[in-house]
């Protein structure tokens, strides 16, 4: 059974205290979110006003060295349309960049409204094969032009992180509800995996942030 993470507190990916083991050879990151709905009475209806926004939340990964720094940025390329994407092929998993070129882990897709049923962003991590310079996964979570649209977390319900193993065991689960405290937030370092000697560990964060742009954050960790 899986457990129900609190923040801050860290758990053993690869066996918990009831003393199952899961399979960390391919573990994948899945975030969940729904956008709270609006007032649905009759003149919100009569003129359109209950139509949900569209949010589109980004997940990220850095890969951290032993000195908590993304050492690789990678290069800067041009897309199909001339116009130039930086940090391509870096140590961050982000949707300019979805997979990592060691190919042990990479990021599945872009859901922009968080409709439907189960993870709406996931990355996958291979742990087992991860280059042991990496001590440690941060997950970021950020709205998409957040300040612009006037979107933040707080507008936002059911939103989660979790880990599931190999065999889709689902590890650890971090709830984060939307609620009043979190209206200038429209980033969110989420959890973070790490080495401890051979081991794994996961820890929930939920550390908020008021950019919208995961550029300010990387600042922290270069």
């Known amino acids: 059974m899986a457990i129900n993470l609190q923040k801050g507190q860290t758990i053993d990916l690869r066996k918990n ?11 994948t990151i ?6 709270r709905k609006k007032d649905t009475g009759f003149f919100s209806k009569l ?29 800067t ?3 199909t349309n001339g116009g130039e994407v ?6 961050i998993i982000f949707f300019n960049s979805m997979k990592h070129p060691s190919g042990n882990i990479w990021l599945t897709g872009d859901n922009r409204t968080g409709a439907g049923d189960g993870d709406d962003e996931q990355i996958i991590v291979k742990l087992d094969a991860l280059d042991k310079k990496y001590e440690k996964i941060v997950f970021i979570v950020t709205i998409y032009q957040g300040k612009r649209r006037e979107q933040h977390f707080g507008l936002l319900e059911n939103a989660y992180i979790r880990a599931v193993d190999a065999k889709g065991k689902e590890i650890a689960k971090f709830n984060l509800s939307g609620n009043s405290s979190l209206s200038a937030t429209r980033a969110m ?10 081991e794994w560990k996961f820890k929930a964060i939920g550390e908020p942030r008021s950019t919208d742009n995961f550029v300010d954050i990387l600042k922290e960790f270069t």
Request: hydrophobic content about 40%; cysteine-free.
């Open 17 to 27: 205290d009831k003393g199952e083991s899961f399979d960390l050879s391919l573990v």
């Open 189 to 198: 370092i989420f959890s973070e995996a790490y080495r401890e000697g051979s």
């Open 30 to 35: 899945g975030l969940g979110w729904d956008v």
């Open 47 to 75: 003129f359109g006003a209950n139509d949900e926004p569209e949010y589109d939340l980004d997940a990220l990964a850095f890969l951290l060295d032993s000195n908590g720094k993304v050492a690789d940025l990678g290069r």
């Open 86 to 91: 930086s940090l391509f092929e870096s140590d």
């Open 77 to 79: 390329v041009r897309n």
